[in-house]
């Protein structure tokens, strides 16, 4: 009789923290001080991590579904940008919103403060009201893998 070894998964902080090692040491800083902004505005939702060859993304939604999605944060070789996915949709009458795709609209943010920013607030209030499904009153949403990038590679700018 044999015994199959078991594979011990990392916990999901474990895995989403070596998705942020892939990026350069400066975007990480940023993207970690993103995160914890977003997440002390979304307390009750879920964070829905991609890791995309391109880009790591962390979805704030109501579900487990990423099309339910309010808002995201992207960190990639350009930088950390914050996504809408109404985007389309919201007022903004600043014209802070960035992109032409049928679904989201981003800011590309340089720190965290700019979410403090009341038109940045606005922009966010805004997206909590046209969310497809709200978001839960209480509790305290989970941090949830969606694509393990384990093996793929660093996603910095190439050296010149």
């Known amino acids: 009789m044999t ?14 923290r070596a998705c942020i090692e892939k ?11 993103v995160r914890s902004a977003v997440r002390k505005r979304f307390p009750t939702a ?8 391109f880009a790591l993304v962390i979805g704030f939604a109501p579900a487990e579904q990423g099309i339910d999605s309010i808002v995201a944060i992207r960190a990639s070789a350009t930088g950390v940008s914050l996504y809408f996915s109404q ?10 919103l960035r992109g032409s795709g049928k679904q989201t609209r981003f800011i ?21 009201d046209q969310a497809r499904v709200p978001l839960p009153s209480k509790g305290k949403g989970s941090l949830i893998i969606k694509s393990e990038g384990a ?10």
């Open 3 to 16: 015994v199959k070894p078991t594979i011990k998964k990392s916990a999901p902080e474990d895995q989403l």
């Open 23 to 33: 990026l350069d040491p400066k975007t990480q800083k940023l993207f970690r001080s």
């Open 46 to 53: 879920n964070e829905l991590v991609y890791d995309y060859s």
């Open 87 to 96: 985007g389309p949709k919201l007022p903004d009458p600043k014209r802070l």
């Open 108 to 128: 590309q943010l340089d720190s965290a403060s700019q979410l403090s920013h009341p038109d940045v607030q606005a922009l966010i209030a805004a997206a909590i």
């Open 151 to 160: 093996k793929k590679p660093p996603r910095r700018k190439p050296a010149k």
